[in-house]
């Protein structure tokens, strides 16, 4: 009766256990201290400078933080990410609200870093954020896609299809920044978004980034 018992156990196949749940790993503490203080250091300024055009992102970057952080387990995004994605914030933050000296070359009436030109009427400031930025969600739309096919016990590596999918996905929420930008300028009629010739240089710099991300990321597979 044993050896039978012991013979089924054996031949039954092992029942498949959960799959993990990339998430944070090591502290978070610092990522919160970091984000809250470069925040409240936003809020300061853009109050002191009357800068509504800035009180409204601000707005929205603590709405998308929000949903981040509560979904940062289900989703799947390592401490990487989010150290990734709150640089992007202070990056964005400090292009707004940081002033550069009246003598460098800006684009522009508004001496604020978004308006700094790298290479003079070739890169500037913003574009190094947008590339930045929609690298990074194309990153982690990969990071998102691979643990909803893991749970579903279908591991993945990045081919070409998908990694064209995330930078698709990636230029999808770059064109919603468009939009909240858009929105901007309608409720705050001075703003320093630019006109269409800026609204395309952001697009492409968001086609760079998010196309670099998808040749690293299928790089090292």
Known sequence: MMDRAMDTARSTPPTASPPNTPGPSGPVW?????TLGYLGAAIVAAAKTGNR????????????????????????????????LTIWGLAHMAGGLVAVPESWP????????????LIPDYLKYDHVVHAYGFGVTTWVCWLVLRQILATHDKPIR????????????????GALNEVVEFFAVLLVP????GGYVNTGWDLV?????????????RAKG
């Open 190 to 193: 001075e703003t320093n978004v």
């Open 158 to 173: 990045p081919t070409f299809g998908l990694m064209v999918l995330c930078a698709a996905a990636g230029l999808g929420f």
């Open 30 to 34: 610092p990522l919160v201290v970091f």
């Open 106 to 117: 800006i684009n522009g009436d508004t001496h604020v870093l978004y308006s700094l030109w």
């Open 205 to 217: 710099a968001n086609l760079v980034g998010a196309a670099m991300a998808g040749m690293v990321i």
């Open 53 to 84: 055009e800035f009180v409204f992102y601000i707005g929205v970057m603590v709405f998308l933080i929000a949903v981040v952080w509560t979904l940062r387990r289900r989703l799947g995004m390592t401490l990487a990410a989010l150290w990734a």
